[in-house]
């Protein structure tokens, strides 16, 4: 570019921004005049946010939260990273992946918004599914009945039960109820009687199944139980 050429890398950011070649400007920025790279893309995000530019797309914001980061605008990083949405991606594993920062940069940078970002995060992973990923960063944060319910959730009966007697040992029942309710719904009864010793309530699902034989072997097996 002349303007770099001539010593004025500034006035090349500046052309660059105004026809929004943001790659270009960032380029120019990184090489010639850091100090302009966190208004560049601030100019950007708010253009594509007001409208009056095009929408950014995915990786076009990915770009703009890597810059705050190198630039230890951490916060508007963070902000950034969770700016992205199910609009921006359909695909759960990248979605995960971009929040997951926002998560990491807090504990490491902005320890201040911690819990904030981790609810946040948490209850968009819950909208996607992801219970597990969520049950362990509401563990992070000393949320146990929040993580109890994300374990049951995703049937990670094991690590519900540990959480619950660990933490909140009032919830120990509802684990044991969901655990047996889930049992008895996947028609499991040999699993119900030998996770929980509740051969009633097997007994009882044979017989809406019709599994009569299944049913009169269970039952002549609790009677010869000593």
Not at 28 to 49: F, I, N, T, W
């Amino acid at each position: 570019s002349l303007f770099i050429q001539a010593g004025k890398p500034e006035l090349a950011v500046q052309a660059y921004s105004s026809k929004r070649m943001v790659n270009d400007a960032v380029r120019v920025c990184k090489r010639h005049c850091p100090q302009m790279l966190s208004d560049v893309v601030d100019s950007y995000g708010e253009g594509g946010a007001g409208g009056a530019g095009p929408a950014q797309s995915l990786d076009e914001v990915l770009d703009a939260a890597k810059i705050y980061e190198e630039t230890g605008n951490y916060s508007r990083a963070i902000d950034t990273y969770l700016s992205v949405s199910e609009t921006n991606s359909s695909d759960p594993d990248r979605l995960e992946e971009v929040w997951e920062n926002a998560v990491r940069l807090a504990m490491r940078h902005a320890q201040e918004r911690y819990n904030e970002i981790v609810a946040e995060v948490c209850k968009r992973l819950k909208l996607i599914r992801r219970f597990e990923a969520a049950a362990e960063l509401y563990e992070s944060i000393e949320a146990w009945r929040e993580a109890v319910h994300c374990y049951m959730d995703c049937e990670v009966w094991e690590k519900a039960k540990m959480v619950a007697q660990q933490q909140c040992p009032d919830m120990i029942r509802v684990v044991e109820e969901r655990y047996k309710t889930d049992l008895v719904s996947k028609g499991d009864g040999d699993e119900l009687i030998r996770r929980t010793g509740d051969v009633s309530s097997a007994l009882n699902m044979y017989a809406r199944n019709g599994d009569w034989d299944k049913r009169s072997e269970e039952h002549t097996s609790e009677l010869q139980s000593p």
